[in-house]
């Protein structure tokens, strides 16, 4: 059910309706079941794989949490992740593991004739996710960090909860589960709110990725295009992931905020980053913080007596694990290993750095760190977007050297992804640095403010994109 249909938005209506009907001590049921037909419209029978892994992972919480020795928590977390891993590598990573496998025995051994047990299985959409939710869940039990949650309904909404099922964020059980103890009342101002989120959200989805995936398509469908060509592609495809998955979230959290949820920022103006580090702390903010402080800090404190070297092998494990999550391909791989290549540049020249910051005017620097880090950025997601490193390395050949003219599919789409893009980034330029003091979409005047929203409103109708395709990292 994509967040962008009608389907989805009768599903929503319906839904808060009837949530909001019932008796407040009721919710956490009726969440749960609308959570639950939200999935089945999906895959039905995922819901059984899902159903199991909440009903073993609650009891193994409460393993964890009752055992009075630390070999028994240790015990019960492992189970734990091996049941979680486990069905993550089965259904992402066995075909890839497999295929590697046989790969690497046909280098040191005669050609076989055995083929190799490949499974045909479909991905079931949102396993990444509520995965590494639900780890991250029982190692804080571990650790004494949180307590196991008693109420498996409220446990298996902490899962299933639909908004931020599909494509996170990844929420935390100490930020989330709270929220359901409290008793939600009907508020009018989360319905004006969570709209207002998900009209934004449907804006960056429909009317600039979608109308860049247009252009994109157009463009890669065929050989030989420009250098020129190739080049504003690519750059416009970093639009394309941010709008596209930002949009998303957007959705996702305007939605919840309907419920009286607050789920966490996954992005805080990425494409304004300074460095790869900045960038990192302000893009798929849920993912980048769970590898942090699940992978990151415990291998860099467990091997500090190595100085900096820690911090390079931390983070390139942490960027490889980054990278599969995406997908079972080493273009993936890659994509994660260039971005700790880049962190560990920028962890080696941070002194200089600073120096030549200081001989410069602060604007001009920041403003060349914004552009430096932006086509790096560009760059690797050449690799992100490519099937194999060949279709990458012929995309980034292809921008320096192929001649020819500008291709354009169409003025309007031309016109209507230039002026999408703009809008988007104009508003992210006005968030992070308040350059104007006066707004459109959070002015204190309400007149001008629901105005704003309404001629935004209008314009998804006029320019947006109601044939596209699913949210990209639905892949994922």
Not at 199 to 208: I, N, P, R, T
Not at 403 to 428: E, H, K
Request: hydrophobic content about 50%; proline content about 2%.
């Amino acid at each position: 059910m994509l967040f962008t249909s009608i389907v989805y938005f009768l599903f929503l209506g319906s839904s808060l309706l009837g949530y909001y009907l019932l008796p407040s001590k009721y919710r956490v049921y009726y969440i749960i079941i609308v959570s639950a037909l939200f999935y089945m419209y999906v895959k039905p029978s995922y819901l059984l794989l899902i159903a199991f892994i909440i009903i073993s992972n609650y009891a193994l919480g409460i393993q964890i949490e009752k055992s009075s020795y630390r070999h028994q928590k240790s015990r019960f977390l492992s189970i734990s992740l091996l049941i979680n891993l486990g069905i993550l590598i089965f259904f992402k990573y066995w075909n890839f593991i497999i295929e590697n496998v046989f790969q690497l025995i046909g280098l040191f051994s005669a050609k076989s004739t055995t083929s190799p047990p490949f499974l045909d299985v479909i991905l079931p959409i949102g396993l990444s996710y509520y995965i590494f939710q639900i780890i991250s869940y029982n190692i804080d039990i571990y650790r004494g960090t949180i307590k196991a949650e008693k109420n498996i309904f409220h446990f298996g909404t902490f899962v299933l909860f639909f908004p931020k099922l599909l494509v996170g964020p990844i929420e935390r059980a100490n930020l989330f589960l709270p929220q359901l103890k409290k008793s939600i009342s009907f508020d009018k101002e989360n319905i004006i709110e969570g709209g207002k989120r998900i009209a934004w959200g449907l804006f960056k989805k429909l009317v600039v990725a979608d109308r860049i995936s247009i252009f994109q398509t157009a463009v890669f469908a065929q050989q030989g295009q420009s250098g020129s060509t190739l080049f504003f592609a690519t750059i416009l495809y970093t639009f394309q992931v941010y709008a596209d998955f930002s949009g998303y979230t957007d959705i996702a959290l305007g939605t919840a905020r309907m419920f009286g949820f607050n789920l966490m920022e996954n992005f805080k103006r990425p494409l304004l980053a300074i460095n790869m580090s900045d960038f990192w702390r302000r893009w798929h903010i849920s993912l980048s913080s769970w590898v942090n402080d699940y992978i990151f800090n415990p291998l860099a404190l467990n091997h500090r007596q190595w100085g900096k070297w820690a911090v390079f092998y931390a983070l390139i494990i942490s960027f490889t694990v980054i990278g599969i999550w995406h997908g079972a391909s080493w273009n993936y791989i890659l994509f994660g290993l260039l971005q700790a290549i880049a962190l560990i540049y920028e962890t080696i020249t941070k002194r200089i750095r600073k120096k030549i910051s200081k001989k410069m005017r602060r604007v001009i620097y920041h403003n060349i760190s914004i552009l430096f880090t932006f086509l790096f950025v560009t760059f690797s997601l050449i690799i992100f977007r490519s099937t194999t490193f060949v279709e990458a390395m012929n995309i980034i050949d292809g921008i320096f050297s192929n001649p020819g003219s500008f291709y354009s599919d169409g003025v309007s789409t031309f016109l209507f992804l230039i002026i999408g893009c703009g809008i988007m980034m104009i508003y992210d330029i006005q968030e992070e640095f308040k350059i104007c003091s006066f707004s459109f979409f959070s002015n204190k005047n309400w007149v001008i403010q629901q105005a704003s929203y309404a001629v935004l409103i209008i314009y998804i109708l006029i320019a947006g994109v109601f044939d596209g395709g699913q949210f990209i990292y639905f892949a994922f």
